[in-house]
């Protein structure tokens, strides 16, 4: 029977299975009656997953406009309709290209960039995701370019035609179609041959358990792995309520705190240190409540 269960899961996901499987497998092993991923890894990928439990899922959206860090190894020399090992050869070329060739492709790409998402990728229109969609051979619209920022794109090595490399980037930023935009500007073309998300947020995949570590745990260990909702906003700057302000502020009200910056998000707690929620400072010198969390 599923219970109320409030915190956040660091999962290291598995090659080949999907987010949802093992968001479904992680809340089935916890018993818990809410839970949600906070961003789709792609079935051949691994690595951290943060699943949120309860009122955990109200961070959610905090950890999807997060930054992510991936490490991946690119296979030169041919390129395929769906970025990664399992799709149909489009392209094929010899690999005839140095490290300072690669050096300089990957710099161009370092920074803002612009990149049309494949069809192969989530994104959903008419309210499915297009991979679905074409995997049943229809028609399909690509989907619009968007502007995404790569913080960190770091050659680790080199090894015949493959290229180990670390990338940071911002949300949103599809790892199969930068793989393909590499290979082309090297001439030779690419897939991904290996994806592995080692960071989210604040998170790193190193504190993840694996679906097995969970399996071999009872219910109340598999509980004590969670970490508490407010770990997702590190980020934020903390701000101790009174009594009466934090009651105020459960009440939906705005209410006054001295010396707190203007037009940030913050992170609230009362004078027990009771995470409440998070607000937003207003230029009069009070928080207002964004969202509230029923803990206890």
């Known amino acids: 029977m599923s219970e109320a269960v409030n915190g956040i899961l660091l999962l290291d996901k598995p090659r080949g299975m999907t987010s949802n499987t093992a968001l479904q497998k992680a809340k089935g092993l916890l018993k818990a009656r809410k839970a949600g991923h906070t961003g789709s890894l792609d079935p051949m990928a691994t690595g951290l997953l943060p699943l949120c439990f309860g009122e955990g899922t109200k961070v959610s959206k905090f950890l999807l406009e997060a ?7 690119l296979q030169l020399g041919r390129e395929t309709d769906t970025g990664d090992g399992e799709g ?20 161009a790409f370092r920074g803002e960039i612009e990149q049309i998402p494949s069809v192969y990728s989530a994104i959903k229109q008419g309210g ?9 051979g229809e028609e399909v619209d690509a989907p619009p370019a968007r502007q995404v920022q790569i913080h960190e794109l770091r050659l680790l090595g080199v090894e015949g035609d493959r290229l180990e490399v670390e990338i940071l980037c911002s949300k949103g930023t599809y790892i199969r179609t930068l793989a393909i935009d590499i290979g082309r500007k090297l001439g030779c073309g690419a897939h991904l041959a290996e994806l592995r998300r080692t960071a989210s947020g604040p998170f790193r995949v190193e504190g993840a358990y694996t679906l097995e570590a969970l399996e071999e745990r009872d219910k109340a260990q598999r509980r004590a792995c969670l970490l508490p909702v407010d770990a997702a906003l590190t980020d934020l700057q903390p701000v101790t309520l009174g009594e009466t302000a934090a009651y105020y502020l459960l009440q939906g009200q705005p209410v006054m705190v001295p010396k707190v910056p203007e037009g940030e998000h913050l992170r609230l707690y009362d004078n027990e240190d009771c995470f409440l929620g998070v607000g937003a400072s207003l230029a009069d010198g009070r928080i207002a409540p964004k969202r509230l969390f029923h803990l206890n």
Do not use: F, M, N
């Open 128 to 136: 499915e995701p297009l991979y679905r969609k074409v995997r049943r």
């Open 88 to 107: 149909e050869t489009v392209a094929e070329a010899p690999v005839d290209v140095t490290e300072a060739d690669i050096g300089a492709v990957l710099e």
């Open 67 to 73: 930054d992510k860090r991936y490490w991946t190894t």
